[in-house]
Every structure is written in C-alpha cells, then in structure tokens.
C-alpha cells in the first residue's frame, strides 16, 4: 500500500508509476481524511510506502496529521488469521519525497512521527523534480528547459527506485539535503511551517476569474468556495499553491509576489508521458 500526498501533480506522478510497477494500491491521503479512514490491512509480503512532496524543508503538515492517526493491522495466514498493530510487526516500509531542489531533514522528521505509531522507514529517496513553491522572493517556477531535464532525470531514477522497493532493501538514503539541513528544516523550515502556511494572502481578480471551479476540485483540503472563489479560512490550508498554479487565466494569486511569476502542473504542456 502507498499512501501519497501532491499537490500540483509531480509526487501523483512518481507514486503511480511506483504502484502500477510494484502491483500496490494508491491511497490519497485527502480521500482517507475525508472519509475518515485511518485503518488498514497490510496483505503478506506487502510493503508500506509514503509519497509525498517536501515543504518547506519539512514534510507537509496534512502528512504529519495523517501519520499520527494512521493504524496498521497485519494479516497472518497460519494457523489462522490474526490481526495486530503495525507496532508489533517487522514491516517493509519506505518513503519517497519530491522536491524542487533538496529535502534538508525532511525523512528524519518523517521518521519521527512514523516511531509513533511504530513504523521506521529504511529505506528513503528524494526525487527532484520541477519548482512550484513561488511565494518567497528568491523562489520561481523552473525554466522550460530545467522543467524538462528535471523530469527526465526522475524518468531515468524511477527503475531504480522501484526495484530497491521490489526487491525489500533496507538501509538505502538516497536524499538530497542540501548543505545546512538542520538549519533549513529545524529554523527556517520550522517558521515557514509555522508562520507561512495558511490561506490568509490568496485574493482573486473578479475581473478574470471565468467562474471554471477549477481551483475549488483541486484544492487537496476542501478550503474554497464558491465563484469567483472564496478561501473558507478553515486551517486546513497545506500552501500547495494547487489553486493558483491551476487556474487557466492566473487569476489567483497569493500576495502581490506572485502576480509576476509563472504557473506549473505536471504535464501542463501536454508533452510528458505517463
């Protein structure tokens, strides 16, 4: 089982091309939420795995939340079928994070939480992949070319990456947490998370805003309303950006900063496979 967390698709991507290789079953965390689903059944010789993107040097907080909830059973088939907790069972569990240029202490983060409910994931990769996060003034979309060179190094990691978890090595890091870790997720991660991630700066031009609901079917946590939009203001906001980088006339902005940068999906130019 792989439970995943994108936002503007980039960690969709991974974790499907991962399940479809490995004959595991997606799970979307924002559907689980909903549905108010924490409770699952490990099968024989399955895996655990958790795809997500990194923000702000820190696992995003929806995964966090989720993770402190999440219950594992595990199915024995001798003599008789008996369930326990994924606390008491020696399981494969590995995580994948996608970032736009390194993880800093995200899988250490990770991995505490996952002690809390008795799991440890062994084996961790970071894939880079192309920017979304454009609401700092030193952050902007990738260039096409980079957007480009970026996705096809992932393309080129992926069968990598998947016959690691196929074949249940453990003790594998291969992450990218740039030069200062500690200070990125521990100082400025911890403010950004603290501080950066709500709704309160997303406003809408009514004037071109064209009333498509866009923004409110890919919003991974229910927060807007209406058209033109309205943020709900509900504390759930994960600052994914999905509602502004998915908006087709970039009516959505967040502050003034993002009024003079770019939009990006994955396969937004309709040339990537899948």
């Not at 970032?99 to 994931?121: V, Y």
């Not at 500690?182 to 009333?211: H, P, Q, W």
């Not at 003079?260 to 496979?273: E, I």
Request: net charge positive; hydrophobic share 35%.
């Amino acid at each position: 089982m792989i439970f995943y967390f994108t936002g503007t698709g980039n960690t969709k991507w991974v974790a499907k091309q991962i399940s479809e290789a490995i004959g595991e079953e997606l799970f979307y965390i924002p559907d689980l939420i909903r549905k108010g689903q924490n409770q699952f059944e490990l099968k024989q010789n399955e895996t655990i795995g958790f795809c997500f993107p990194t923000h702000g040097w820190q696992p995003p907080k929806i995964v966090r939340e989720f993770i402190k909830k999440l219950i594992i059973n595990y199915q024995l088939s001798a003599p008789a079928p008996l369930a326990c907790k994924a606390r008491t069972v020696n399981c494969y569990c590995w995580a994948l994070t996608t970032c736009g240029d390194n993880i800093g202490e995200t899988m250490t983060i990770l991995n505490k939480d996952l002690a809390t409910i008795g799991l440890q994931a062994t084996t961790q990769f970071a894939v880079v992949m192309p920017e979304s996060y454009v609401c700092l003034p030193f952050m902007y979309t990738d260039t096409e070319e980079k957007e480009h060179a970026k996705i096809n190094q992932a393309r080129k990691m992926l069968p990598h990456i998947i016959s690691v978890i196929r074949e249940r090595t453990t003790g594998v890091e291969e992450l990218v947490k740039g030069g200062t870790p500690r200070l990125y997720s521990y100082v400025i991660g911890a403010y950004f998370n603290a501080r950066m991630v709500n709704d309160k700066k997303f406003t809408v031009d009514e004037d071109v805003c064209i009333k498509c609901g866009k923004c409110i079917k890919v919003c991974p946590v229910d927060n807007i309303q209406g058209t033109p939009p309205e943020w709900i203001h509900n504390g759930r906001c994960t600052s994914c950006l999905a509602c502004y980088h998915y908006c087709p006339v970039h009516a959505i902005n967040f502050g003034k900063i993002t009024r003079k940068r770019d939009q990006y999906y994955f396969n937004k130019r309709g040339d990537q496979k899948s």
